[in-house]
């Protein structure tokens, strides 16, 4: 008998060789010269099929840089199971060198040194809470980390600063490479935070993002983050000379060369397309066409057998060469696959096992003997990753476990079809099971919204709803609110009335996330239901708060009156389970009713109550709140110096709690008031400082609000050119973000700043636009305040001769509205703004009727005025 090793037929790891791209090569080694010499961020999206080569491409390109101009590289890519944030979490992995097997201490105590040697200051300790919650590692917190954590939407504004002033950092000790790759696949949130970074990062980085065509039809706006810093590379087929370099290159092994019948048959079905090409190689050899007789691994020999070739059946789709590589599967490999495919394109060796016990009668004594079965498992799967079909991962995210990935999605999507629905449903309840008993399952997002899905599939829908509504709390809690969003939905969906008291809590956060995300009227929905089933249930704190969240919402649209109604039932039921601090929010939120409503006396009442409260309290944000809302109170009743001390006061205190929302807020407020002593140099200093520590935590639509007040700074200086750049600015950030409210304020500027150059055409389409948008979002406050601007501009001549009437009939709209709200200040305002332009305007200087009706109006507004004065001074 011979001792000789019988030839081996498993496919070989063979990977296309990068030919025919030699122009793709050198365009981006162009983008990173230029990121090199302009220290500047470039992005270079490759885009392409599965196989085309963008990774191969991506690695060919650092392969040929130069050593000494050699970036560091971080790579990154999305989880499997759609964790939100999950492209970040390999990123920082990758940045920090923090693998899953390394233990949870040794994790922060890499991670906190290699800040530490980024920044070298006292900020490590916040900057590595808020970059280790990207990564799953927590981090002691701190006075601030506590204070901002209390708002998740301020929390989830500075992680992005932070982790834009830290990259940033980086880049200063040496170039920074990203490759992100299988881009299409990554979850809102990360493409939302990779958004922000491409637009806003400064230095020498190059960010490569790899991507199918899916990508650009999802984010149709993709290609324009960045602007002209951000080229696409789009990878077609290689041409017919290059593919067949890259098939006669796969089969170099092959004994006295590859045989021209062989790369015929290769070069036919893969059609230019590396990967397929490289996928052919792995046909032959499955079907036998291919045999390695080499003695040793690194010196493969190939033996052809072209009477093989005669009879396989060479695939002419994708579709035929998957079957094809499924069908030389053994029942038992084929079995096996199967249940790796239920848990999905990731899988681990203990949930295998549990599956193949599924039908198998336990042991009466467990030992050693008993385990054979997981030998034999793991044997077979060594040979699929020797054949190409699984990857074995380095290390798991489960402690003691071994994590595999199919190689192939196309491979893993077509067997879970071949599974009957029956066996389905049993599988992914023994899936289930598994999970459940893994320690940081319910801990973590990913794993938690994996454990709801096999749930939901194993049709076990009440425990689904339970874990996917805690899913839910566990992305809110990342500051992910698209992720939570989907979460408590289908969550929310599944429950429907198994639960009321956790329905009621779902509706409740699911709330708050949907208010967070702007969709109002699906928020208005959530709590509407809550406040129903609180009030089924006697529950009158939650039903407080239901009210409490309605009102706020009518209140911001201008339903002042349903506003009030709901925010005093709130305060009603607050009152009776003595919620103290639901007591004080519900008073600030009248007294800021009764603020836009004109009527200052009582809001300044409202909300000294609930300073008082939260004194007693001792919650230093919500009395900076209150001080900041005391103070716009008395600017708007006249009473700039109590309006000045109130403000200053709230600014000093977030100084101290290191708020920068809130310091943006108080400034913005300070400099408004200077504006009102027409101090528009002080106004503007204070805007710009502002907008720098906006700019820096990097909120978009606060540092629109601040660019909007420097435009009206600047146009007080008869700066209008420059007024009109930060205006526009404010313009495109809005438009980006969809903050409609903003950007109409934005329009309203950017209208005065025309009329002040008399570009009366660009004028009436401003204010146009924004009254569009003012009536779109519902805000009767500033659509009154947009009429009267539209009235100046229409009187002004915006439309040209012989539309008196209609700048009379805006003015009108303004004042009914104004009326209709019960603001009487704004009412006199645009009383003002009425009587001005009859009083200036050629067409009514001989109308008598009209010019009694504005003497009459302006008195009108002046009483109102002195009365305001007098009721402030007392």
């Given at each position: 008998m011979s001792d000789e090793a019988p030839p081996s037929t498993a496919a070989p790891l063979v990977r296309a060789?990068?030919?025919?791209?030699?122009?793709?090569?050198a365009f981006l080694k162009q983008i990173y010269d230029s990121a090199l010499a302009r220290a500047e961020l470039r992005v270079a999206t490759i885009v392409g099929p599965a196989g085309i080569g963008k990774t191969r491409l991506a690695e060919q390109l650092l392969l040929e840089l130069p050593a000494s101009r050699r970036p560091r590289v971080y790579r990154g890519s999305p989880r499997a199971q759609g964790l939100a944030y999950g492209l970040f979490d390999s990123l920082l992995r990758s940045a920090f060198e923090l693998h899953e097997g390394l233990s949870h201490e040794a994790s922060i105590v890499r991670l906190r040194d290699e800040v530490a040697s980024v920044l070298d200051d006292r900020r490590v300790g916040d900057v590595c809470y808020f970059l280790g919650g990207l990564c799953g590692l927590s981090f002691t917190d701190s006075p601030f980390t506590r204070a901002v954590t209390d708002d998740p939407a301020q929390a989830r504004l500075i992680r992005r600063a932070v982790l834009r002033s830290f990259f940033e950092a980086d880049a200063r000790r040496a170039p920074l490479c990203f490759v992100l790759d299988d881009l299409e696949g990554a979850d809102e949130d990360s493409l939302d935070l990779l958004t922000y970074l491409i637009q806003e990062l400064k230095g020498p980085i190059f960010v490569v993002c790899l991507a199918r065509p899916?990508?650009?039809s999802r984010h149709e706006r993709w290609l324009q983050a960045a602007g002209s810093r951000h080229d696409l590379v789009e990878l077609a087929p290689v041409?017919?000379?290059?593919?067949?370099?890259?098939?006669?290159?796969?089969?170099?092994?092959?004994?006295?060369?590859?045989?021209?019948?062989?790369?015929?048959?290769?070069?036919?079905?893969?059609?230019?397309?590396?990967g397929l090409l490289a996928h052919m190689v792995r046909i032959f050899f499955d079907s036998g066409v291919l045999r390695d007789v080499g003695e040793a691994a690194e010196r493969p020999e190939w033996r052809v057998d072209l009477e093989r070739l005669n009879h396989a059946r060479m695939p002419l789709t994708m579709d035929d060469a998957v079957a094809a590589r499924l069908a030389v599967l053994s029942a038992v490999e084929r079995r096996l696959l199967e249940h790796a495919a239920a848990m999905g394109s990731v899988f681990w060796l203990g949930g295998l096992v549990a599956l193949a016990r599924m039908d198998r009668e336990a042991p009466d004594l467990w030992s050693s003997k008993t385990e054979m079965d997981v030998a034999e498992i793991e044997r077979s799967l060594s040979e699929l990753v020797q054949r190409d079909y699984v990857l074995r991962l380095p290390d798991s995210a489960f402690p003691g476990e071994i994590e595999y990935v199919f190689k192939h999605n196309l491979e893993r999507e077509r067997i879970a079809q071949m599974i009957s629905p029956a066996a389905s449903r049993r599988r992914h309840q023994t899936i289930a099971d598994w999970l459940a008993q893994k320690d940081n399952v319910r801990s973590q997002e990913e794993y938690s919204a994996m454990l709801a899905r096999h749930l939901e599939l194993a049709g076990c829908l009440t425990r689904a709803a339970f874990t996917y509504v805690d899913s839910g709390g566990l992305a809110r809690a990342q500051y992910a609110q698209k992720r939570a969003n989907d979460h408590y939905r289908r969550g929310l969906e599944l429950l429907g009335e198994d639960d009321a008291r956790r329905r009621l809590d779902a509706l409740h956060d699911h709330g708050d996330v949907l208010v967070q995300l702007g969709r109002t009227d699906e928020a208005l929905a959530a709590f509407r239901e809550m406040l129903a089933l609180a009030y089924r249930l006697g529950l009158k704190g939650k039903g407080g708060a239901a009210h409490n969240r309605i009102g706020r919402?009518?209140?911001?649209?201008?339903?002042?009156?349903?506003?009030?109604?709901?925010?005093?039932?709130g305060l009603e039921l607050f009152n009776i389970v003595r919620d103290r601090r639901g007591v004080a929010a519900s008073h600030d939120d009248i007294g800021k009713l009764l603020w836009m409503r004109g009527e200052y006396e009582s809001a300044l009442e409202q909300m000294r109550t609930a300073l008082d409260m939260r004194k007693e309290l001792g919650d230093g944000r919500s009395i900076a709140l209150?001080?900041?809302?005391?103070?716009?109170?008395?600017?708007?009743?006249?009473?700039q110096a109590k309006a000045r001390?109130?403000?200053?006061?709230?600014?000093?205190?977030?100084?101290?709690?290191?708020?920068?929302?809130?310091?943006?807020?108080?400034?913005?407020?300070?400099g408004d008031l200077a504006l009102d002593h027409a101090d528009a140099e002080k106004a503007l200093k204070l805007f710009y400082e502002a907008h720098a520590i906006a700019r820096d935590?990097?909120?978009?639509?606060?540092?629109?609000?601040?660019?909007?007040?420097?435009?009206?700074?600047l146009l007080r200086l008869k700066r209008a050119d420059e007024a009109i750049t930060a205006l526009t600015e404010a313009e495109g950030l809005c438009d980006e973000t969809g903050d409609r409210l903003h950007l109409a304020e934005a329009k309203q500027g950017l209208a005065k700043a025309y009329l002040e150059q008399k570009d009366l055409k660009r004028a009436r389409e401003a204010i146009k636009r924004a009254v569009d948008l003012l009536g779109q979002v519902r805000s009767k406050p500033h659509l009154a305040i947009a009429l009267r601007t539209l009235g100046e501009v229409t009187g002004a001549g915006a439309w040209g001769d012989g539309h008196e009437v209609k700048a009379v009939d805006y003015f009108m709209r303004s004042i009914a509205i104004c009326k209709e709200i019960g603001n009487e200040f704004e009412v006199a305002k645009s009383y003002r703004a009425f009587s001005t332009y009859v009083f200036t305007s050629p067409a009514y200087r001989h109308n008598a009727d009209i010019q009694r009706e504005a003497r009459k109006l302006e008195s009108m507004a002046e009483e109102i005025f002195e009365r305001h004065r007098l009721g402030a001074a007392s």
């Open positions: 060789p990068v030919i025919g791209r030699d122009g793709e090569l899916e990508l650009l041409g017919s000379v290059d593919a067949r370099a890259i098939m006669q290159a796969l089969l170099t092994p092959c004994e006295d060369g590859p045989p021209e019948r062989l790369l015929e048959a290769g070069l036919g079905m893969a059609g230019g397309n590396p919402l009518h209140r911001d649209t201008g339903s002042l009156d349903n506003a009030r109604e709901h925010l005093e039932h209150s001080l900041n809302n005391i103070g716009l109170v008395w600017r708007d009743h006249g009473q001390e109130a403000l200053e006061a709230s600014l000093a205190i977030r100084r101290e709690r290191n708020d920068p929302l809130g310091i943006v807020e108080s400034l913005n407020a300070l935590v990097g909120e978009h639509n606060r540092i629109a609000l601040v660019l909007t007040n420097i435009g009206e700074a």
